[in-house]
Nanobody
Framework: VQLQASGGGLVQPGGSLRLSCVVS????????IGWLRQAPGKEREGVAC????????YYDDAVKGRFTISRDKTKNTVYLQMSGLKPEDTAVYSC???????????????????????WGQGTLVTVSS
């Protein structure tokens, strides 16, 4: 399985960016797909996920309302449209799968966290003026 992310770069606060991930050897009809990120000095965190069968989408509270995940099964590609970017969104973003058809979440101190168990190399997003 290969998950190749691209589209990162430097953007000013309040700006927008779209990330793409080309998926190889993973059938998006059978597996949920999403994005996670890792900021400098911090743990990885799930950002967004789209389920395989009905396309239900899930977001971390930190990005809800600002980020949108989508997929194009004909191109085996998943996207992350990011708007209203903040300096705290600066991180390496990687395409990931929970290796299940449904997105996987756990409740941590009252908020839902997305879980993934396989991810590819990431693309750096820097939000700075």
């Amino acid at each position: 399985v290969q998950l190749q992310a691209s589209g990162g770069g430097l953007v000013q606060p309040g700006g927008s960016l779209r990330l793409s991930c080309v998926v190889s050897d993973l059938n998006l009809d059978n597996y949920a797909i999403g994005w996670l990120r890792q900021a400098p000095g911090k743990e990885r965190e799930g950002v967004a996920c789209i389920s395989a069968r009905d396309g239900s989408t899930y977001y971390d509270d930190a990005v809800k309302g600002r980020f949108t995940i989508s997929r194009d099964k004909t191109k085996n590609t998943v996207y992350l449209q990011m708007s209203g970017l903040k300096p705290e969104d600066t991180a390496v973003y990687s395409c990931a799968t929970p290796s299940l058809s449904a997105c996987r979440r756990i409740e941590v101190r009252g908020s839902w966290k997305l879980l993934f168990d396989y991810w590819g190399q990431g693309t750096l997003v820097t939000v700075s003026s």
